[in-house]
Structure formats: C-alpha cells, structure tokens
T-cell receptor, first 114, second 113 residues
Framework: AQKVTQAQTEISVVEKEDVTLDCVYE???????LFWYKQPPSGELVFLIR??????QNEISGRYSWNFQKSTSSFNFTITASQVVDSAVYFC???????????FGPGTRLSVLP | NAGVMQNPRHLVRRRGQEARLRCSPM?????VYWYRQLPEEGLKFMVY????????ESGMPKERFSAEFPKEGPSILRIQQVVRGDSAAYFC???????????FGPGTRLLVL
C-alpha cells in the first residue's frame, strides 16, 4: 500500500530563515509520481511541483527547491529566505503510475513570523 | 483558461438533508477526482470518474454517497441524509489524462448543523 509521511506537524520560523519540509513515501510501484501542494489560509490547493520516479534531479524554482532521494524514499522541500506569504499548510502526495488517485501526507503547517 | 470550478463554495445543511456539490473540470480535462478534507487533516481520495464512468470509488463511503460525471455538465457529488460527521471541505480535481498533474478546485465547505 502507498503511504506518505510528513513527520513535521507544525514548523515556525522567522522571516528570511531557510526551512525544509520533510516527506517520506512508501510504494511498491517502480513508476510513480510525487507532488507538493500548498494550502494557504484561504483554503485552496496550489500545485507546486510534480516529479516522476525516474527523474532524481533536484529542482529549483526561485526560492523553492526540492530534493528527491530514491535511496531514502524522500522528497523534501526547502524554502530559502522564507517570507510571511509562505505561511500555509504544505502537502506532499504520491500517485501510482496511472495516477488514479493521490495519497496525501497529513501536511505540515508552516508559520513564518515577521 | 479557467481553472477547476466548484460550487457552491459554502453549503449549510441540517441533518437528514441532501447535499449536492458540483465540479466543472478545466477545459480539455476529462478525468475528475473527488477528495474530502476533514478539519485539521489531509485530503482523502474518494472517487475517480471519467465522462459517464466511475473508474475507482474505493474511497467512497458505502452508503449515502454517490458521484456522477455525465456526458454534458459538471460532475456531481451527492450526499444523502447528511450527518454532522460529513462536515468537511470537499475538493474536486481534474486532469487531461490520469498520469498528468491533478489541478484542484477551490473546494466546497460543507457544514451540517
């Protein structure tokens, strides 16, 4: 069975600090997809990134970066120089090869304090 | 290109009433997924539909819940005889093909009094 663990329930940082959100997954599939979504206080879900299991290259997008390590089944998300607007709940998710459904982690609530 | 649309955004029902939640996928997307988010929890998959077909309903409660995605019109998630435990945010997502990214709507917040 597929499972996503986000061990950090809540994180608080001060603005401009770097912060890493952990995501560990379990799957028996050799082909799968990993995702990060952001849920700001307004409640909508914002897509951040999709990574397939054959692409272990790290990705950087502005202040966001992702570290995919197949050897440890982790897909961690780092925000550099955090800002108050980054305050949200962040969900890591996993889908099987044909994406029939997502398994979401429980989420990490990030609070960035001014 | 409009995103995934859900309505209503907020819905209040009394116990025993019916709730109907609507989802219009993004243009060009024929795959629709419904998820439920209980307060302070992550999202849980409910059902996956293509036009006129239910592909996977393994996450749907066996009773009172049903979903459809007709040839014309939005996908509907229907909850009959609602109970307080049905209070949650219900999110719809769509994708052009199953293995592509799912884009989420703004959600419908259902409150059962």
């Amino acid at each position: 069975a597929q499972k996503v663990t986000q061990a950090q329930t809540e994180i608080s940082v001060v603005e401009k600090e770097d912060v890493t959100l952990d995501c560990v997954y379990e799957t028996r599939d050799t082909t799968y997809y990993l995702f990060w979504y952001k849920q700001p206080p307004s409640g909508e879900l914002v897509f951040l990134i999709r990574r397939n299991s054959f692409d272990e290259q790290n990705e950087i997008s502005g202040r966001y970066s992702w570290n995919f390590q197949k050897s440890t089944s982790s897909f961690n998300f780092t925000i550099t120089a955090s800002q108050v607007v980054d305050s949200a709940v962040y969900f890591c998710a996993l889908s099987e090869a044909y994406g029939q459904n997502f398994v979401f982690g429980p989420g990490t609530r990030l609070s960035v304090l001014p | 290109n409009a995103g995934v649309m859900q309505n209503p955004r907020h819905l209040v029902r009394r116990r025993g009433q019916e709730a109907r939640l609507r989802c219009s996928p993004m243009k060009g997307h024929s795959h629709v997924y419904w998820y439920r988010q209980l307060p302070e929890e992550g999202l849980k998959f409910m059902v996956y539909l293509q036009k006129e077909n239910i592909i996977d309903e393994s996450g749907m409660p066996k009773e009172r819940f049903s979903a459809e995605f007709p040839k014309e019109g939005p996908s509907i998630l229907r909850i009959q005889q609602v109970v307080r435990g049905d209070s949650a945010a219900y999110f719809c997502a769509s994708s052009p093909v199953p293995e592509e990214t799912q884009y989420f709507g703004p959600g419908t917040r259902l409150l059962v009094l």
